[in-house]
């Protein structure tokens, strides 16, 4: 079935999701003032018509490890090859092909240093047709992860938007250790991040009361959020953006911030290499992006220079997978 673009009320649906993906529909039902059946019927027309997906996602962070960004350039005839072959690693958040054809970009998450350089130090520099391999660690997220970019979509009123959204998590005094049922559970919601407690209980060999507890303490000392997934051109997104930005070094967290506050930006961060930020953009056309370079990032202060580039192929989405 052909996408179809969203509704006001579809809309309102998805901020709430972003805003608490495992929301009870009766619960999102009351705030938008419909009935629980209309709720679910939506639901269910959103994943067939944009390929909703509401998926438990981790935040490597929260565990004490590092996010990392791989840039390769290589010969457009292993690109899409490599693309595929990295996306079947388990410690790979995205991998997209970018324009030109000659250039990946991978999100990495090593859950040690002996797996970032087994990839970094040994597999990708010595794999036939890679040119070059620059590998640049996120140093501090501005926009992202929990907060995902429907939160900017303002579907929903200030009363609505409160009565869903999380308490803030506390600050992290240590990183948190996960045992083998968090793992296990992680990966369940990784697939459905809106199973239920029976579903899970019944997949774990667990009591409910166990699932529960667990699922609590994960969302809570932030390990475990919940993305929302969906065609980005049914909300009339026709082009994805990546942007380096060389910035002098007092205007870095001025601009990353003002990053975050941009309608287009649905990830910024702070990264080591020669350009100290990158952000990732939801754009209506090639003409958006140049008035979006020109009329907002043209006007930060400090900015230096800055690299543009489309992504023409999501080959591999945020995922989590545990077990290495």
Partial sequence: MPSLSPDSLDLKLLQALQLDGRAPFSRIATVLGVSDPTVARRYRRLITTVNLRVLGMTD??????????????????????LAESLAKRPDTLYVALMSGGTEIICGMKPRS?????????????????VGSVTAHCLLHRFYGGPLGWLTKIDALDNDQQE??????????????????????????????????????????????????RRLDRLRSTGVLYF?????????????QAMLWL??????????????????????ASATTGLANLVA??????????YAYLSDKIGVLDGIQSVE?????????????????
């Fill in 227 to 239: 993305d929302v997934q969906y065609d980005h051109t049914s909300m009339g997104h026709d082009v």
């Fill in 113 to 129: 240093t002996r797996d970032r350089d087994e990839l970094l130090l040994e597999r990708l520099p010595r794999t036939p047709h």
């Fill in 60 to 81: 490597s962070t929260r565990l004490g490890r590092q996010n990392w960004i791989v840039r390769m350039r290589c010969t457009p005839d292993v690109a899409e090859r």
């Fill in 280 to 289: 990732f953009g939801l754009f209506r056309s090639p003409e958006h992006v």
């Fill in 163 to 212: 009565a869903l959204r999380l308490p803030p998590l506390p600050p992290l005094e240590a990183p948190v250790t996960l045992e083998a049922a968090d793992e296990e559970l992680l990966s369940l919601l990784a697939q459905d991040g809106r199973a239920t407690l029976s579903a899970l209980q019944t997949a774990t060999d667990q009591a409910e009361s166990a699932v529960k």
């Fill in 246 to 267: 060389t910035v002098a070094p007092h205007a870095a967290a001025p601009a990353g911030q003002a990053l975050a506050e941009h309608p287009e930006v649905q990830f």
């Fill in 308 to 324: 543009t580039a489309f992504i023409l192929r999501q080959v591999k989405q945020l995922t989590y997978e545990p077990g290495r």
